[in-house]
């Protein structure tokens, strides 16, 4: 998978997300509570509102139109039954963040019983 220079370790001394364009799409990216950092698509999977302007607690952010809810981390809505945000590959180089160009596949859920319903 390609990845693309996003942002510098530097951008999140006082920052815990900052939302960049890659390839016409914006994309969150998260530095965790232990310094831990995550690439997370932003358009909230309601309207599309960027997540990343809404209130923001610990690991979860509120959307800023409707008040969805969502995992930085895992993507997960928490308050609808929604998709999840799609995550991005991201890795550190030195001082720079760099994530990959496309979103990373969806994982499977092998622990949903409806998954092997007809199997």
């Not at 990845?3 to 969150?28: E, Q, W």
């Not at 409707?66 to 890795?91: D, I, M, P």
Request: hydrophobic share 35%.
């Amino acid at each position: 998978m390609d990845y693309i220079k996003a942002a510098n370790i530097n951008d999140f001394k006082n920052n815990r997300i900052k939302s960049v364009t890659i390839l016409g799409k914006k994309v969150g990216i998260i530095k965790d509570n232990n310094s831990e950092f995550y690439a997370i698509e932003v358009g909230c999977k309601h309207q599309g509102a960027d997540i990343t302007k809404g209130h923001i607690s610990g690991d979860i952010a509120t959307c800023p139109r409707h008040g969805w809810k969502f995992n930085l981390v895992t993507g997960e809505c928490l308050n609808q039954n929604a998709s999840r945000l799609k995550k991005y590959g991201l890795k550190i180089d030195g001082d720079v963040i760099m994530i990959t160009s496309k979103p990373l596949p969806e994982e499977e859920e092998d622990d949903d019983p409806l998954l092997h319903f007809f199997d």
